[in-house]
């Protein structure tokens, strides 16, 4: 093998062991193992002691009345969508995971995808007030790889069309707005997911933060079938309960999560320090005054400034044993079960241009300096040798069609 040359052009690999895209936040001591046990031995797995105060430790931390756990954040959207019992669309960013999109499909509303600000990838509040007509259920802001969407402005975009602001904030659990205020905050409703590869993780679950009494009184209904308590369901609910086991486990990390976001933020300088006198590679703005949580962290690769293209790249990186995803590849317009919905590659230019050019890079809490300076020069040595590296890319990929 040649040194300081590519894997795909013969160079021996910097990495040393296979850099995986995310790995969960887990706390893993013998107090954890102590809290699962006794959930265990008191016999009650569901709707216990340890759900109830993972809601009151979450409400205070936020700074929220009330919050709902659910068993994801998917089945939060789902439920906050049919208990605010409205008709009609559903402004979304077309730059967003499905999940966003599915929700108010299973309700019966009709999803329009809106355009994203180019810099912040979230929800433009310009485009979200041009798509929102008199027929409007509701605007949903996303909050883009754990970074605050602008709900202020969304705020004034909804209450001008008289329809609410809920917010899909699955990777935000624990970012901040530049108003300092906690996201969680804002809207009717913010809904966060806990699955493994968010910063903070119950295993599976999620939770909707909100001020509104009575829509946390129908939330908790609905995650019961829609069941008051005495088996006369009030409204078509579901089982969205989160068990005990995942509760228990929520509580044990809640405290660990500030010194995780701390991390996560010095891993995501060190990036930027490392790649942003590289020619053709772009970040995500964060707003200023604003914390991300930075569940994802993504680059932007323009292939005529950078020497190849995003696809080429994430080919690249592989063979040199890290992980990439383009996120989100396809966006929702580009998706089948989205086809016809108001909003295509016309509508939602910069959601289509980011598409095409936007590749995610490994970053999780307990990653090491070390591993964010090897992928820096994994990529730094792809972009020297980057004509050679898209021939031999290109060579490959006809290969193995032919």
Known sequence: MRTGLPVVLGGAPVVADELPLSRPSIALDPELTSALDAVLASGIITKGGRLAELERQVAAFIGVEHAVAVSSCTTGLMLVLRCLGRTGSVILPSFTFMASGHAALWNGLDPVLADIDPDTFTLAPESAARMLDEDGAAVMGVHTFGAPCDADALTKVANERGVPLVIDAAPA??????????????GIAEVFSFSPTK??????????????ADLARRLRIGREYGNPGNFDSLFVGLNGRMPEL?????LHNLPH???????????????????????GIGFQ????GARSTYKDFCLTVHA????????????ALGAE???????????LHRQTVYRGTAGDAGAVPHSEALAGRIITVPLWSAMTDHQVEEVCAVIRR??????????AVARSAALREG
């Open 304 to 315: 005529a400034d950078f020497g190849l293209d995003r696809d080429v790249l994430a080919e």
């Open 285 to 288: 703005r964060i707003p200023a």
């Open 321 to 331: 044993r890290v992980s990439t995803r383009k996120y989100f590849v396809p966006p």
């Open 246 to 250: 995942s509760a228990a486990l929520g």
């Open 199 to 212: 910063p903070f993780t119950t295993g599976e679950g999620g939770l909707i933060a909100t001020d509104d």
């Open 173 to 186: 659990f624990g970012a901040r707005y530049p108003d300092g205020t906690m996201v969680g905050t804002k």
């Open 382 to 391: 792809i972009h020297e040798h980057a004509g050679d590296v898209a021939h």
């Open 257 to 279: 999560l500030p010194r995780w976001l701390e991390r996560r933020e010095e891993l995501a300088e060190r990036y930027r320090a490392g790649l942003s006198d590289l020619p």
